[in-house]
């Protein structure tokens, strides 16, 4: 009799043996997918409050072709089930049942990015939204102010209050989510740029200090030149000068512009012409980077109130109105 209970304890210790390596093995096997002709991972969205087995339950329904129960015991011997986060994940090939736990319980969501270029405009930025990918359209038919009402910033025009930047999101996150976290970068660079302003400067408040610096955002062809430009319109404001700035024109134009600026356009007045109107315009005309905010409050000191494009994206700088008409001349019209 003793030694049939032996055998039977020896046989249930190789089983129980057996059972576990068994367990091992499959934590760390790759689990089989079920994929979709042209696909590459596997989608799964994890609802907020979802017990663990719920998420079991989701995970094959999402085209993972094992037992839930397996997944059902994994989650609880692991003491971990209650740890697992919701959000939206990828389940690529190769995937062990260990690793997809672990990506559960840290969060590792499936993330998508979008980027915001220096120098874009709104439009710009709305054509980049509507394009990202699942990134839920909840912008889609608002009107500008009405998106920025959405944003907590009511009567406020959009141009220039975004950061240019890349912006990651989760699967089906909402524009709007990251057109407040671009909103709220913009604030912080703008006002770190402000605080580290020349004593000297003309500009009298942060406003316009962004105005200016998508000005100068646009003029730029080489990083070289940015201070230097910011210099040119900095001493322009200070003698009172127009600042003669195409871009802002082209912006006050909007949709009329075709291209060509035509010497009529510089000479039809708007409260974007900086030909016919001194001072800064009443917005910003494009989103500045950080360089282009340090340079509008800290401009390179130059005499220069001139500036030409020599065609290589560098300018050519000149302090009297001579010197600049020899330097279009030579630059411009190639004489």
Partial sequence: MRRVFTSLLVLLFVAALLVFGAGLWWLHE????????????????IEPGSRADAVAEAIVTSGVDVPVSFLQLWFRVSGQARQIKAGSYEILPG??????????????????????????????????????????????????????????RPGVHPEGRFFPDTYTYAKGASDLAVLKRAARAMDKRAEAAWALRSPDTPLKTPEQALILASIVEKETGKPADRAQIAGVFTNRLRAGMPLQTDPTVIYGMGDRFDGNL???????????????????????????????????????????????????????????????????????RGQ
């Avoid at 790759?30 to 969205?45: A, I, M, T, Y």
């Avoid at 839920?136 to 608002?142: E, V």
């Avoid at 500045?288 to 290589?312: I, M, S």
């Fill in 95 to 152: 995937t062990t049942p260990r690793r997809l736990l672990s990506m559960l319980v840290r969060g590792e969501e499936a993330l998508k990015s979008v980027t915001f270029v220096e120098g874009w405009n709104f439009s710009q930025v709305r054509a980049a939204l509507q394009k990202a990918e699942q990134l839920a359209p909840d912008t889609q038919g608002l009107s500008a102010e009405a998106i920025m009402e959405k944003l907590g």
């Fill in 30 to 45: 790759p689990l089989p997918l079920k994929l979709q002709p042209g696909s590459q991972v596997l989608d799964l969205e």
């Fill in 262 to 332: 035509r010497k009529r356009d510089l000479q039809t007045d708007s409260a974007y012409n900086t030909y016919t109107r001194t001072g800064l315009p009443p917005t910003p005309i494009a989103m500045p980077g950080k360089a282009a905010l340090l340079a509008a409050v800290q401009p390179a000191p130059t005499k220069a109130l001139y500036f030409v494009a020599r065609g290589d994206g560098t300018s050519q700088f000149s302090s009297n109105l001579d010197d600049h008409n020899r330097a279009v001349n030579k630059y411009q």
